[in-house]
């Protein structure tokens, strides 16, 4: 039976508690100890049981409870210390890089599809979500002026639990964002703020709500109100749920609807950094914008949102990128082409690898890679792959130069390390750990920690973890009602103080969950080893429709009920931000075996290193960058394999012979004072090394340097006089475009003889002929390097040219020189391409011209 009225009672906060108030709204608790601690007082259970959400926990914690505390001294003045320092670093606008603080009108807008940033909020999946959430954090530790703009999922990501037979089950539990540290948005007359976006003829109307991430602000939208159909309604049900149909729809709202809500809300913005292709849409709605308000053409347009865009692609699987039919696209875009001034047709080409071609789909990597001038892979090798991937796009440049760099993840170190281990860092780094994690100064200062106390806050922290996994492997088999032998067995299953390795990251196949379980008999002896056993934890969700990854799980799970395994190997369901944080402080060893190159980044292994865990892993991702004798250990050399069956035998042989002999004997391996140096001196050398590289603060200073500053100087240059700048380049890209048929390196010259030696002066001419266009609006370089057995370049650096003189008109030498500082077997070519000091970069328009 339903109600005729619905209402809601909640405690009365206390006068001497209104702080609370304010510190449950602002998402700064998660990286703060002493507000989390603040909120495991008010009532430890009711703390876990909320998912760590400190506003249900407020709403829901007994009238009694509050009053006791009102009366607390002890409590009432860590309230006060910890809203203090809320206070403070609210109020701070210093920069500790910029020269201290950040230029004017200098604002970005940030685009992901997916946030994890508390684990109260469960609108992410996986390593994208973190990496976004983690960027927020650092904008705002870092003071960089900085808007997150994403969806608000009414379902969110799924909850994980097994059936008997370890097979996956899903649970979706509806968002109460009332219930949740955000807040609905209203305009000065209490009116909702709400935006539309056109679905097929119909608006989709939807709301806005604000989460405060320190302080930088994250804007999700909410398609679930009344006014809205059904079926529309449900745009942001689910976190990557439904078909493609529902998956562009969604895009339309993030992109489309997220440019028009920080229009709505008169947020000015420099730059606009595009997450994956889900947001790639946001580029075609801020050409829009512009057109309408200033009355740009849609070339004029397009240089202002190209020259000032970044795009950051995360995956390196051609499957991971969204394509969508040319009819889905034609129905939701119609009118829209219109409002951009330009064609279907036109629309459709920019999201293709071959523009013309009618079958292929709209890909949105493509249509962000055409419409922003900064690109990037999420690591050195993913960059190397994103340039092999989408070439094409770029068909006259070589595979070397595609507009893709690198800037590699980090993670948000005070998110993740344990507030025991914060305590360490306090103690013998200083504050600089949290406050400048990337300097490679502060983190010498680990030399400082003792041997034995960096253990044995260890030694508590793995002691923790394995009374955590306890707990809940109880509470998942009582769940499925298991036998008493059975829980009996849970709550003693692995042993505090012995060597534990965890795998714990979502079941995508290319992870290969069961590489371990390649040998069973031979897994069998390294668990069982008489002097030197290994226990290890596995946790991880397969995506709903990923049959293959579900059966990894339900592999493993089967182990786990094996006689040798029994209480050595466990499964933890439900692997999300909580467990991550008890799995990565816990840990001694970080296992990591993906498929190389198909892990993008990777992050998790971070947390881990920072918490001073050892990582085992594959030299894919951020671990190919990192790895160095002494910080870790590597999986074979780097290999890539074209036969899956010979890479998992060669791997798992790899894997199991550091766990027969390095890594157990370097772990019990103890002195007179029971101390395993060499493990200590390995968990020191990686704290040094990683700490500092690979942290969110870093990132985000690579971020602002390469992408956000540059781009942010081009919008002023490009909008100055009411977009002068832009009218002027919008026009010359035009003419270019019409023009560069004509243009032609003719005859490229140079005076070699014989063999060279090495440091001698190489004189180049070439004749070119430009036709319309000017030397002045090109840019000629001398393009040299090694050749390999095959004739091709395998490396180059390029050489400027400079116009000579004018031999007829429109045909001009150029002149350019270089030393010989490479011996072998060398090459050289002439390229010719369009420059304007307002583009992003001289690859933005795609076109070259060879000699
Ligand atoms: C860090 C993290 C990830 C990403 O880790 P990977 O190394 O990319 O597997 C995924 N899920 C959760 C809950 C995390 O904390």
């Not at 899903?170 to 056109?198: C, T």
């Not at 894919?620 to 035998?649: C, R, S, T």
């Not at 070699?752 to 000017?774: C, D, M, N, S, Y």
Request: charged share 25%.
């Amino acid at each position: 039976m339903r109600p005729t009225i619905s209402f809601e009672v909640r405690p009365k906060l206390p006068p001497a508690l209104e702080p609370l108030k304010k510190l449950a709204s602002n998402l700064w608790f998660v990286w703060n100890p002493e507000a989390q601690e603040l909120w495991q007082r008010i009532d430890v259970d009711l703390w876990r049981k909320s998912r760590y959400n400190p506003v249900a926990l407020l709403n829901q914690v007994h009238q009694e409870r509050l009053a006791s505390l009102a009366e607390d001294g002890g409590f009432i003045a860590q309230m006060e210390r910890a809203a203090s320092q809320l206070s403070q670093y609210m109020s701070t606008d210093y920069c500790p890089f910029l020269g201290g603080r950040a230029p004017e009108n200098f604002t970005v807008a940030y685009f992901s599809a997916e946030y994890g940033m508390a684990n109260c909020l469960p609108i992410y999946s996986g390593g994208l979500g973190m990496l976004s959430g983690d960027h927020l954090k650092s904008a705002s530790d870092l003071n960089i002026p900085l808007v997150g703009v994403g969806l608000a999922y009414r379902q969110g990501y799924f909850t994980q639990y097994l059936d008997h037979d370890g097979w996956q089950q899903e649970e979706y539990a509806a968002n109460d964002f009332w219930n949740m540290p955000m807040k609905l948005l209203h305009d000065d007359q209490g009116q909702e703020i709400r935006i539309s976006v056109d679905i097929e003829g119909r608006p989709l109307i939807a709301r806005a709500w604000r989460i405060d991430v320190g302080r930088v602000p994250l804007y999700l939208l909410d398609s679930g109100i009344e006014e809205n159909p059904p079926d529309l309604r449900d745009i942001t049900f689910q976190l990557y749920g439904g078909d493609t149909q529902m998956r562009i729809r969604q895009e339309i709202l993030l992109g489309i609807g997220g440019v028009r809500l920080l229009d709505k809300l008169g947020i000015t913005y420099s730059v606009i950094h595009m997450n994956e292709g889900h947001s790639a849409f946001a580029a075609l709605e801020r050409i829009r914008l512009l057109r309408q308000k200033h009355g740009l053409n849609f070339d004029q347009a397009r240089e202002i949102v190209r020259a000032t865009g970044c795009f950051t692609t995360h995956t390196p699987v051609p499957a991971g990128n969204d394509y969508f039919d040319t009819d889905l696209v034609r129905r939701h875009f119609q009118g829209y082409v219109g409002e951009l001034g330009i064609s279907m047709p036109v629309l459709l080409g920019y999201g293709r690898v071959h523009p013309t071609d009618q079958n292929e789909p709209l890909c949105m990597t493509v249509l962000a890679l055409r419409l922003s001038a900064f690109n990037n892979g999420v690591s050195e090798l993913h960059g190397q792959v994103s340039r092999q991937m989408w070439k094409d796009v770029w068909p006259h440049f070589p595979e070397e130069d595609v507009p893709i760099g690198h800037i590699t993840n980090g993670v948000h170190t005070s998110t993740w390390i344990n507030p025991d281990i914060a305590y360490l860092y306090n103690r013998y780094l200083g504050p600089g750990w949290m406050e400048d994690p990337d300097s490679d100064a502060v983190w010498q200062g680990v030399d400082q920690i003792p041997d034995s106390e960096l253990w044995q806050m260890h030694e508590r922290r793995r002691a923790q973890m394995v009374s955590e996994v306890r707990q809940r492997l109880v509470r998942q088999f009582k769940r499925r009602g298991g036998s008493a032998r059975e829980l009996a067995v849970c709550a003693e299953s692995l042993r505090p103080d012995r060597l534990t390795i965890v795998f714990a990251r979502r079941f995508a196949t290319y992870k290969r969950a069961v590489l371990l379980l390649y040998d069973i008999d031979r897994l069998a002896a390294i668990v069982n080893h008489p002097e030197r056993p290994v226990q290890f934890i596995f946790a991880g969700k397969a995506h709903p429709k990923d049959n293959e990854g579900k059966e990894f799980i339900r592999r493993i799970v089967n182990l786990t009920h094996d006689e040798r395994f029994r209480g050595k190997i466990v499964f933890v369901e439900d692997y999300d931000m909580g467990l991550a944080r008890y799995l990565v402080q816990g840990a001694d060893v970080w296992l990591n075996n993906p498929r190389r190159p198909l892990e993008a980044c990777g992050t998790s292994g971070m947390k881990a290193a920072a918490n001073g865990a050892l990582n085992l892993s594959v030299l894919d991702g951020w671990w190919a960058e990192a790895f160095q004798p002494g910080i870790g250990w590597q999986i074979g050399q780097g290999e890539e394999y074209e036969d899956e069956g010979v890479q998992n035998m060669l791997e798992a042989g790899a894997l199991y012979r550091l766990l027969e002999n390095d890594v157990p004997s370097m772990f019990y391996y103890r002195d007179d004072q029971g101390l395993p140096r060499e493990w200590i001196k390995h968990m020191k050398n990686c704290l040094r090394v990683v700490c500092p590289a690979f942290n969110s603060h870093r990132m985000v200073e690579d971020y602002v340097e390469m992408a956000y500053l540059p781009g942010g100087l081009r919008y002023a240059q490009l909008s100055r006089d009411d977009f002068a700048g832009a009218r002027e380049l919008g026009g010359w890209v035009s003419m270019v475009m019409e023009n560069w048929s004509q243009v032609q390196v003719q005859d490229v010259t140079s005076p070699i003889q014989g063999p060279l030696t090495w440091g001698q002066e190489v004189e180049v001419r070439a004749k070119v002929r430009l036709g319309q266009l000017t030397p002045s609006d090109v840019v000629c370089d001398i393009y040299t390097g090694q050749l390999g057995p095959f004739g091709l370049f395998t490396d180059r650096r390029t050489f400027g040219m400079q116009p000579e003189s004018e031999i007829e008109p429109g045909l001009w030498l150029f002149k350019g020189s270089f030393a010989c500082d490479a011996t072998g077997r060398m090459g050289l070519r002439v390229r010719l391409a369009p420059y304007h000091a307002g583009l992003g970069s001289k690859y933005s328009l795609g076109l070259a011209a060879w000699g």
